[in-house]
């Protein structure tokens, strides 16, 4: 025969798995992924990108300067959300000819590009086209710190 002490301890069994099955189910809701590159100016046109499932986050570059500079590509999928970040911590020297950013799978909901100072540039120098990209306009100054994207 079970007693209640055994009932119990069943019981207690019972509910740290079900919130061990809850917590290991949240956690598999959010992925993320996060690479470091290098900006290699004067070479022409190049992209970097990254994958979480079946979304893509590309950013493609023209740019010119002196040196090499690592940048971070990163893309975090919430529940259907996703952001995608280009970021480089530090200042850059490098001046881009162009840029293109978009996320695949998605529909753009909003964006934002920060210039060296940290400020957010103006929309009138950058856009978002019909096929969900964001461009740079050619009125733009040609320096920037990061780009994010999100879409849902």
Same mark, same amino acid.
């Given at each position: 025969m079970v007693g209640e002490r055994e009932k119990k301890a069943v019981v207690v069994v019972l509910l740290v798995l079900a919130v061990i099955t809850q917590v290991a189910g949240r956690k598999r809701k959010t992925q993320e992924v996060e690479e470091t590159f290098s900006l290699r100016p004067n070479r022409g046109a190049d992209s970097v990108e &990254?994958? &979480?499932g079946s979304h893509t986050c590309v950013f493609r570059?023209?740019?010119?300067?002196? =040196? =090499?500079?690592?940048? !971070?590509?990163?893309?975090t &999928? !919430?529940?259907?959300?996703?952001?995608? &970040?280009?970021h480089r911590?530090?200042? =850059?020297y490098l001046y881009f000819l162009s840029f293109d950013a978009s996320i695949s799978g998605v529909d753009l909901v909003d964006v934002s590009v920060y210039d060296n100072t940290g400020e957010v540039l103006r929309n009138d120098v950058y856009y978002i086209s019909d096929d969900g990209h964001v461009r740079n306009e050619e009125n733009w100054e040609g320096t920037i710190r990061e780009v994010v994207l999100f879409g849902a």
């Open positions: &990254v994958s &979480v570059y023209d740019i010119v300067g002196g =040196s =090499s500079e690592d940048w !971070t590509l990163s893309m &999928v !919430t529940k259907g959300d996703v952001e995608c &970040v280009i911590p530090q200042d =850059s």
